[in-house]
């Protein structure tokens, strides 16, 4: 089904899941204190206290017992309280944080906060964000040599579904990263962009200038093969008349752009570090023309699309770290950044379990998660709107999570208790808002133990302040 604007249904959805929700308020609970002094009748055999033991069996005392609470969620101020979070870190290389809506302000503060330590204390040099890899060059050409106006950029990149990163929170986290370089000119934070949704005209105008600069005879090739395909409109406006191409054309483009990429690959210049980059410039382009070669209309396509578009996001997170190099930061949905997919029938295998695949231990990936709250989302009519969710009802993973005496914390669910990790194991109902909400229909059943290295839990979200 094609919605208004143009855009498939099943790509403005991604995920976007409903989740049934109490009115009710849900209070953290502390655990109960033990009595002043026991009797033999009070002592377990392993020598606790019987009501401590009691307590201990809980999935919420035992995680009371490993979390380590968060002093704020804001990017600014004093970094002692993500010393915790530093170690569960540890000599990961890639560390995935996601987030349980898209545009909530908390997530993306707190994705700056963790950002700061992890390039002040960890050494991370690279912010990669979940949208386009033109759209990221373009973003990290002016943290790194300050070419253009930011605003111009948010505004002009982050269009149609990834209109929401054009808010103040994220304009915030990127100006931050712009003062870092400026006062280190010599050792700069980087930024990508790791999806494949559009292929802005700069990737079309560095792959052609390559060609003209080191293999001029290819030039004749390479613009019959991107006839027509090089965007004259901005962002949003191309990819909805993409979108209204026949599936026929959609193919036989993403055809087209596959024999280009392969015809730079087999005819390297004199510069290797200059091909390396042309050809990634074409991959770029040919991810986005196969991802929409699919026929979205039809269900059975979805799996294998969405399992291109999340390979594709590990593999240019990949390909930066090994031309590139350094540590890098994915922000990113929970259910890309996860290691195990929220919802295997449509989304066979996620971007964190491809780099858990590449990298083993070296990527770590940080789930949010959230009691209650706002964010921003499509509705079913494509509209921008704002939305609100109550406490979490009883059973679901975050009304167990919300009982843990912190407000905000971090935990390590790598290292929990045995009663935590039986209940880590477990499935259960999480929040899981994507794009467009209200979601898919039936809200995904999510392992945490497994789908995550280390878990972040907010008690409150409010909506992004978006700047369009």
Known sequence: MITHKGLPAALLV??????????????ATPPPAAPASASASDIAPDGSRKADAAAFRSPQAALDRVAHPLRTTEPRGNLADLRPFGRMVGDATVVGVGEATHSSHEFVTLKHRTLRYLVEEKGFRTFALETAWSSGLRIDAYLTRGEGDLTQIMDEEFQGTYRWWNNAEYRDLLRWMRAYNVRHPEDP???????????????????????????????????????????????????????????????????????????????????????????????????MTTLYAFDWDDPRNIPAAMLHRDRVMADNVAWWQQHVGGK??????????????????????????????????????????????????????????????????????????????????????????????????????????????????????VRLAQSHDVLIHLQQVEAARMLK
């Open 14 to 27: 991604s995920l976007a899941a409903t989740l049934a929700v109490s009115p009710a308020a849900s209070a």
């Open 189 to 287: 934070v980087r930024f990508v962009g790791d999806d494949n949704g559009f292929a802005g005209p700069g990737l079309y105008d560095a792959v052609t200038a390559y060609a003209a600069a080191f293999r001029p005879e290819l030039t004749p090739q390479l613009s019959e093969l991107y006839r027509g395909l090089r965007p004259a409109t901005n962002a949003e406006t191309y990819v909805n008349d993409y979108w209204t191409k026949p599936l026929a054309e959609r193919k036989e483009l993403a055809e087209r752009t596959r024999r280009a990429s392969e015809l730079l690959e087999q005819h390297p210049g004199a510069d290797a570090d200059a091909h390396a980059w042309a050809v990634q410039h074409a991959t770029a382009i040919h991810q």
């Open 328 to 445: 890098i930061m994915i922000s990113a949905h929970n259910s890309h950044i996860a290691l195990d997919s929220y919802a295997p029938t449509n989304y066979p295998r996620v971007q964190g379990d491809f780099l858990r695949e590449q990298l083993g231990a070296g990527y770590l990936s940080v789930g949010l998660t959230f009691d209650h709250g706002s964010f921003n989302a499509f509705n079913h009519d494509g509209a921008p709107e704002r939305s609100t969710v109550g406490p979490a009802a009883p059973g679901t993973a975050e009304h167990t999570l919300d009982q843990v005496r912190h407000r905000d914390y971090v935990v390590d669910l790598r290292n929990t208790p045995a009663p935590a990790r039986a209940w880590l194991a477990a499935p259960h109902t999480i929040k899981n808002i994507g794009a467009t909400y209200p979601g898919i229909a039936d809200a995904p059943q």
